[in-house]
């Protein structure tokens, strides 16, 4: 890698970590799958949304960029998309009810419910008209000239790999046995009180969205 190509991935990794760690839509999913349902549906909606990270990488690094530049209104669709996405899960989490006495030991997530928790992590990541604004400002800004193909390979592994090592560990805090034991008499009330954070947030992006 030439001294241009390290200043180039310093950047971008160096923004991306800032951008990631940054309370948001997709922080708000993990917190909530992880406390809610345990450590393997809060790892599962971290891996998709580290996949969620390749849709923004590739309208960033392989030319789908045009899409928001010939057709700005894009954005603001995929804003309200979101939107709509986060106000429905908010609006369940706000339903939870108290958990029964006990639970089953290690905080797995019930069986079949991988892929569901996979896919509402994809979904918070691609909805997410914070990514989709972060992203576009990056590859806009920072790697404004042509970028080398071993370059976007490195990005292309780099972005969605550290995306899911940051929720993973998130998930994996959040959900081991003795917290979440003594979070568990609370898990309702933490439930909806994530559903309040994923409603708030929908309804500041449909605000900002329509007076824009």
Same mark, same amino acid.
């Given at each position: ?25 997709? $922080?708000?999913?993990?917190?909530? &799958? ?34 928001? &530049? ?12 979101? /939107? ?7 609006? &369940?989490?706000?339903?939870? &009810? ?10 797995? /997530? ?11 992590? =994809? /979904? ?9 604004? $972060? ?47 003594? =979070? ?29």
């Amino acid at each position: 890698m030439t001294l241009d190509g390290f200043a180039l991935f310093a950047a971008v990794a160096t923004a991306h970590a800032l951008g990631v760690m940054s309370p948001g839509p997709d $922080f708000a999913m993990v917190t909530r &799958q992880a406390l809610a349902f345990g450590r393997a549906a809060g790892v599962w909606t971290a891996a998709g949304i580290g996949c969620g990270i390749l849709f923004h990488v590739g309208y960033g690094l392989f030319g789908l960029r045009w899409l928001t &530049q010939r057709f700005p209104w894009s954005l603001d669709a995929i804003a309200l998309a979101g /939107a709509a996405f986060l106000l429905w899960m908010g609006l &369940q989490a706000l339903r939870a &009810q108290p958990l029964p006495p006990t639970e089953n030991k290690g905080g797995r /997530a019930e069986r079949g419910n991988a892929g569901r928790n996979f896919l509402i992590g =994809l /979904a918070t990541n691609v909805l997410n008209p914070k990514a989709t604004l $972060f992203f576009v400002a990056l590859f806009t800004t920072v790697v404004a000239g042509p970028v080398s193909m071993p370059m976007m390979v490195v990005l292309a592994l780099w972005l969605p790999l550290s995306t899911f090592a940051w929720f993973a560990s998130v998930a994996l805090l959040l959900s081991h046995p003795g917290l979440r034991r003594g =979070l568990r008499r609370h898990a309702h009330r933490l439930d909806r009180a994530m559903g309040v954070v994923l409603v708030l947030l929908a309804l500041a992006v449909i605000a900002r969205t329509l007076t824009a």
